[in-house]
């Protein structure tokens, strides 16, 4: 796996440890840490290669399957790492696809929602092209992952290579880090220091969030099947963002309240995913509910920060 030592790619090794199979993560750490693969380290069927994914890969053992998760995924990670988003994208995904292909080996890309852009069509369906700003801030990420998405398809169609393109909605939970500056983890750090959540626009944009439990468990389903994709990945239950701040506010018992700052440049308005696809083909529905998970959440943030002031 490409990027296992992120946020989700963390939890995609546990889950496939877990189920027996042996991982070999591949990690440079530009976004991710050893830290949220630490526990792993040392156990049977776990191996790290620290290395960049856009340098080629040698893997020793037997590859049955490859995920390319490997890119920074936050907007404040990939605006701090413009060009290593863009080779990770294009060069980072042809090595990865050169690894499937070489081994016979099935190839799931972590796509993404922001492939639409800024959408017109709403919920976002697997068939609409998207509304993407090729020049703008964002224009690294977005036209990265659609150039991975070309690849993807292009080695399907050239070399016949077993290839699925999963779009991920967004995802939060446990192991984001306080600093990537998305949404949940920047509500749940300033609620628990006691400062005001910092909300952007007038806070009425939406977002879909997914439990990072319930990503993986998609991703593993479209994983074991044979469907080429793309399969968007998230929840049907949007909320704006201030009814997210509202809902951590109340979660950290934080009296702190609302600070509203400027939007950020091409900031998506809506995001919603039609996941009937993904229901239909694979069975697969978010089982947790975004208080729950938020909740959860929380708890891990908390546990951090008192372990750091601890330290
Ligand atoms: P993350 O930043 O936590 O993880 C990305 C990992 O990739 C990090 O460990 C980083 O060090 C590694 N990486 C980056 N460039 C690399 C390179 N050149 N060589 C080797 N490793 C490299 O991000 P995440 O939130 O876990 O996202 C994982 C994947 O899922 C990404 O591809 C992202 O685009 C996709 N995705 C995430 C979300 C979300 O909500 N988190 C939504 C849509 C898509």
Same mark, same amino acid.
């Given at each position: 796996?490409?990027?296992?030592?992120?946020?989700?790619?963390?939890?995609?090794?546990?889950?496939?440890?877990?189920?027996?199979?042996?991982?070999?993560?591949?990690?440079?750490?530009?976004?991710?840490?050893? *830290?949220?693969?630490?526990?792993?380290?040392?156990?049977?069927?776990?191996?790290?290669?620290?290395?960049?994914?856009?340098?080629?890969?040698? $893997?020793?053992?037997?590859?049955?399957? #490859?995920?390319?998760?490997?890119?920074?995924?936050? =907007?404040?990670?990939?605006?701090?790492?413009?060009?290593?988003?863009?080779?990770?994208?294009?060069?980072? *995904?042809?090595?990865?696809?050169?690894?499937?292909?070489? +081994?016979?080996?099935?190839?799931?890309?972590?796509?993404?929602?922001? $492939?639409?852009?800024?959408?017109?069509?709403? =919920?976002? *369906?697997?068939?609409?092209?998207?509304?993407?700003? =090729?020049?703008?801030?964002?224009?690294?990420?977005?036209?990265?992952?659609?150039?991975?998405?070309?690849?993807?398809?292009?080695?399907? @169609?050239?070399?016949?290579?077993?290839?699925?393109?999963? +779009?991920?909605?967004?995802?939060?939970?446990? @192991?984001?880090?306080?600093?990537?500056?998305?949404?949940?983890?920047?509500?749940?750090?300033?609620?628990?220091?006691?400062?005001?959540?910092?909300?952007?626009?007038?806070?009425?944009?939406?977002?879909?969030?997914?439990?990072?439990?319930?990503? #993986?468990?998609?991703?593993?389903? #479209?994983?074991?099947?044979?469907?080429?994709?793309? !399969?968007?990945?998230?929840?049907?239950?949007?909320?704006?963002?201030?009814?997210?701040?509202?809902?951590?506010?109340?979660?950290?018992?934080?009296?702190?309240?609302?600070?509203? !700052?400027?939007?950020?440049?091409?900031?998506? !308005? @809506?995001?919603?995913?039609? *996941?009937?696809?993904?229901?239909?083909?694979?069975?697969?529905?978010?089982?947790?509910?975004?208080?729950?998970?938020?909740?959860?959440?929380?708890?891990?943030?908390?546990?951090?920060?008192?372990?750091?002031?601890? @330290?």
């Amino acid at each position: 796996m490409t990027g296992g030592a992120g946020f989700i790619g963390s939890h995609l090794c546990d889950a496939l440890h877990h189920s027996g199979f042996a991982v070999v993560c591949v990690d440079n750490f530009l976004t991710g840490s050893r *830290t949220n693969i630490k526990h792993l380290l040392d156990a049977e069927h776990f191996e790290l290669i620290e290395q960049d994914v856009n340098d080629k890969l040698a $893997v020793d053992h037997e590859v049955d399957l #490859v995920f390319h998760l490997a890119s920074p995924a936050s =907007p404040a990670d990939y605006l701090r790492h413009p060009i290593p988003t863009l080779t990770v994208g294009s060069i980072g *995904t042809l090595s990865a696809l050169e690894l499937a292909k070489d +081994r016979g080996a099935r190839f799931v890309l972590a796509s993404t929602s922001e $492939v639409y852009g800024d959408p017109h069509q709403h =919920p976002q *369906t697997e068939a609409y092209w998207g509304n993407v700003n =090729p020049v703008g801030p964002r224009s690294v990420y977005d036209e990265a992952k659609r150039f991975s998405e070309a690849a993807t398809a292009a080695y399907r @169609r050239e070399y016949a290579t077993d290839t699925a393109i999963v +779009r991920i909605f967004n995802t939060f939970g446990p @192991r984001m880090r306080t600093d990537d500056g998305r949404a949940v983890p920047a509500f749940i750090t300033r609620a628990l220091a006691g400062k005001p959540l910092q909300v952007a626009g007038d806070g009425h944009q939406s977002r879909s969030l997914c439990y990072v439990d319930d990503t #993986v468990a998609g991703l593993l389903a #479209v994983a074991g099947s044979s469907h080429p994709g793309p !399969v968007n990945l998230g929840t049907q239950d949007e909320r704006t963002v201030l009814d997210i701040a509202h809902c951590i506010l109340s979660l950290t018992g934080s009296a702190a309240g609302i600070e509203f !700052v400027a939007l950020p440049e091409d900031d998506p !308005v @809506r995001r919603r995913p039609d *996941t009937t696809l993904a229901r239909q083909a694979f069975g697969w529905e978010p089982q947790t509910a975004v208080e729950d998970g938020l909740a959860a959440t929380v708890t891990w943030f908390a546990r951090q920060l008192a372990a750091g002031a601890a @330290r």
